[in-house]
């Protein structure tokens, strides 16, 4: 995730902004400490626009 977010720009704060995600659970799930749901990962990989399988 970590890898997408850096290439489209993004940072942490601005990746949970879009997602609607507190950005401490974005880091979360970066770290791998906390996964995340089927719908909060979708939430994810649309707003890096890539494919949910990318992230998994």
């Known amino acids: 995730m970590k890898v997408f977010r850096d290439h489209r720009g993004m940072t942490q704060a601005q990746l949970a902004e879009a997602t609607g995600l507190k950005q401490a659970y974005v880091s979360q799930i970066e770290a791998g400490t906390r996964g995340g749901s089927v719908d909060v990962l979708k939430r994810i990989a649309d707003a890096l ?4 399988d990318d992230l998994t």
Do not use: F, N
């Open 49 to 52: 626009r890539v494919e949910l």
